[in-house]
């Protein structure tokens, strides 16, 4: 098997897990979004940690390196607790697609924080996606959806900057932080913050609701772990295309699990966010084609 068709395996492995993910945040009923972030976070920072003392890794990072770390971890925090609002009050696959505008924002703050310049495919490819996710947000005083949608499109902003930290963080090098850590921090961050909230407003769960949120932990921490196997065994480039398959996870768990169909306007920005990631994946790779041959 090629690095590269491991890679593709992996992406959709993660692809599925997320999906799992979401689907089990929406099965877990009706709980604040906060509560259900601590309770996803808190597997996570557990197989971080084992990940990291498996690997023989210290828990420490580099000073230089904390600010970084703080910022993707405040943005990733509030990423996912607007992730998971959404989840609870919008069509599964219209949350996930929602989340899934973080690649364009992560090349917009790219362009803001890291100075990198925006190509034009790029700027066409932003605003294709902006279009399709105002398709799905549908912003009209008579959507009852319009407060959870905008919530939703936050929770992209939030892991686009996390995304473009992280990137900042990769190109340190060796100066920069392992994956596992940078979950760590993120996940040791995230329970911090909202466990005030617990101890202060915490709503009792039956078992069932407990199990889910447990099982949503379980199979973030596999998504994080297969999308970070996946970009080991091949290029972005190659393979990040494939991560849109999670939209059609989700709709079959939102329709299979909840009943959930989505409208056709919503179809029509699933087209249009899918379709602009799909003409990035080929712009990209024809770039970097031309750049090996010059």
Request: net charge positive.
């Amino acid at each position: 098997m090629s690095k590269q068709y491991k890679g593709v395996l992996c992406v959709l492995a993660a692809a599925f897990f997320f999906a799992i993910m979401n689907a089990s945040v929406r099965a877990s009923g009706d709980l604040p979004a906060i509560q259900k972030a601590f309770f996803r976070n808190i597997v996570a920072l557990a197989c971080a940690y084992i990940a990291l003392k498996r690997a023989g890794t210290p828990v420490r990072w580099k000073k230089e390196n904390f600010w970084l770390l703080f910022t993707r971890a405040a943005a990733g925090t509030i990423g996912v607790i607007c992730n998971f609002y959404a989840v609870d009050h919008l069509v599964l696959s219209d949350a996930t697609m929602l989340n899934k505008m973080s690649p364009f924002f992560a090349i917009l703050f790219s362009f803001i924080l890291l100075k990198e310049n925006l190509k034009l495919y790029q700027i066409i490819a932003l605003i294709g996606s902006f279009i399709g996710s105002l398709f799905i947000i549908k912003p009209t005083f008579a959507n009852m959806d319009l407060g959870p949608s905008i919530i939703g499109l936050i929770g992209g902003v939030g892991a686009g900057i996390a995304y473009t930290m992280v990137r900042k963080l990769g190109m340190k090098g060796e100066n920069g932080e392992k994956g596992p850590l940078i979950v760590l921090f993120f996940s040791g961050f995230s329970c911090l913050v909202t466990l005030p909230y617990l101890l202060f407003s915490y709503h009792p769960m039956e078992l069932q609701q407990l199990l889910f949120l447990l099982l949503a932990g379980v199979a973030g921490a596999g998504g994080q772990f297969a999308i970070t196997a996946a970009y080991t065994y091949a290029p972005a480039r190659e393979i990040s295309v494939y991560d849109y398959t999670q939209v059609i996870f989700s709709a079959l768990l939102g329709f299979f699990l909840f009943h959930q169909l989505p409208d056709r306007y919503s179809i029509l920005g699933y087209i249009l966010i899918c379709g602009m990631g799909i003409y990035m994946f080929f712009m990209t790779r024809r770039d970097v084609k031309h750049s090996q041959n010059a």
